[in-house]
């Protein structure tokens, strides 16, 4: 059994020290407003620190500490929205007359398997100039529960999250002649 230490405890002076020199380089998010003192922010997470106050302070001079300049950070741009294929790109897939560009079949892979493969699959496809893929999940019906499979209802999700969005312009349900409800039509971003 692991005890916890006490709410009251003291810090000792190798954690005041470190504690201090996080405060340091830490920019404030409203500058205007004035920064907390040490002792005040340790009493806010509950430990106590007596005579917490940075030595520059406790010798009477009143030079704040420096903190180092950092630079803003720029966000990085939101990933494309999807955009479900339309009616005619569907059917001229179904219909053969628009080709698919390459094949992935995840059966028999895991969750992570699948992920990391579809991940790199996409990002093959895009960096060969492949317009249309397919990729297969399968149905799924060994369960009985009438669920369909765990790849066939995750890799929608997945195709959701930013990395993939970066990679692909949308996707829909296969037709019956290329596996149906367990495959999926996308269309690949150009690189």
Not at 6 to 18: A, I, N, V, W
Not at 76 to 101: F, N, T, W, Y
Request: net charge positive; hydrophobic share 35%; proline share 9%.
């Amino acid at each position: 059994m692991t005890s916890r230490p006490r709410r009251g405890r003291r810090l000792s002076e190798e954690e005041r020290k470190l504690w201090r020199g996080v405060a340091r380089s830490i920019r404030p998010l409203r500058p205007a407003e004035p920064e907390a003192d040490v002792a005040d922010v340790a009493s806010d997470v509950g430990g106590h620190m007596p005579d917490a106050k940075p030595a520059s302070v406790k010798a009477g001079k009143t030079t704040p500490p420096t903190a180092p300049k950092l630079s803003p950070a720029r966000p990085s741009p939101a990933p494309p929205p999807l955009a479900p294929l339309g009616r005619r790109e569907r059917q001229k897939l179904a219909r053969g007359r628009e080709s698919i560009d390459a094949r992935l079949d995840l059966h028999g892979f895991t969750q992570a398997q699948a992920h990391a493969a579809l991940l790199r699959f996409l990002q093959r496809t895009q960096s060969d100039g492949a317009k249309f893929v397919l990729v297969v999940t399968g149905k799924g019906g060994r369960g009985g529960a009438g669920e369909g499979g765990v790849l066939r209802r995750q890799v929608p999700h997945w195709l959701a999250l930013p990395e993939f969005r970066r990679l692909i312009v949308g996707f829909e349900t296969a037709h019956i002649g290329h596996g149906g409800e367990g495959a999926l039509y996308i269309r690949i971003r150009r690189g």
